[in-house]
T-cell receptor, first 112, second 114 residues
Framework: GQQVMQIPQYQHVQEGEDFTTYCNSS?????IQWYKQRPGGHPVFLIQ?????EVKKQKRLTFQFGEAKKNSSLHITATQTTDVGTYFC????????????FGQGTELSVKP | EPEVTQTPSHQVTQMGQEVILRCVPI?????FYWYRQILGQKVEFLVS????????KSEIFDDQFSVERPDGSNFTLKIRSTKLEDSAMYFC????????????FGPGTRLTVT
């Protein structure tokens, strides 16, 4: 079946360092969404990318969608302790309706 | 801000028992979903529901699972005969439309099968 791969699985950073997580699909995506899940919490929507090569920014977070719409990344500049959590990408494939295929997630821990 | 609610927050059941997980989607949303997340793993799609019908379902969603919208507000997931491997967090989600619409997730129900 269609899968979305995400790396790394874990990332431990010192507060103030940057963080990046990557997602990849072998099949072209219709769009990709990013979610953040705090420990013990539920996925919270961050952003959606639709267009080839799209780049969106939310304060210290930068989201990119690849030209071929097969990969995406989330970059956090100067991490803070409030950034702690697991970041998931979730892709939608063409003709697959609304279902989201989640990546494995990247668990970010930030050491103050 | 409107939110998806789920009850109960934690359900403990014995293997072979039936469980019903309940969700109240956001009121003007038309598309409803169930996902599950086994502890420490990724979120997995189970089923989507629109216009009182299942739109899509995954391989996980076998004959032991069913969904229903019994009234205008609730959306339920029933597991007929629970197995140990059904232990997971079950998330309900809803969206206004399909395709480019954001899905709002509920807080989840932690199901523990003993």
């Amino acid at each position: 079946g269609q899968q979305v791969m995400q790396i790394p699985q874990y990332q431990h950073v010192q507060e103030g360092e940057d963080f990046t997580t990557y997602c990849n699909s072998s099949t072209t995506l219709s769009n990709i969404q990013w979610y953040k899940q705090r420990p013990g919490g539920h996925p919270v929507f961050l952003i959606q990318l639709v267009k080839s090569g799209e780049v969106k920014k939310q304060k210290r977070l930068t989201f990119q969608f690849g030209e071929a719409k097969k990969n995406s990344s989330l970059h956090i500049t100067a991490t803070q302790t409030t950034d702690v959590g697991t970041y998931f990408c979730a892709g939608r494939f063409y003709n697959q309706g609304g279902k989201l295929i989640f990546g494995q997630g990247t668990e970010l821990s930030v050491k103050p | 801000e409107p939110e998806v609610t789920q009850t109960p927050s934690h359900q403990v059941t014995q293997m072979g028992q039936e469980v019903i997980l309940r969700c109240v989607p956001i009121s003007n949303h038309l598309y409803f979903y169930w996902y599950r997340q086994i502890l420490g793993q990724k979120v997995e799609f189970l089923v989507s529901f629109y216009n009182n019908e299942i739109s899509e379902k995954s391989e996980i969603f076998d004959d032991q699972f069913s969904v229903e919208r019994p009234d205008g507000s609730n959306f339920t997931l029933k597991i007929r005969s629970t197995k140990l491997e059904d232990s997971a967090m079950y998330f309900c989600a809803s969206s206004e439309g399909v395709g480019l619409y954001e899905q709002y997730f509920g807080p989840g129900t932690r199901l523990t099968v003993t």
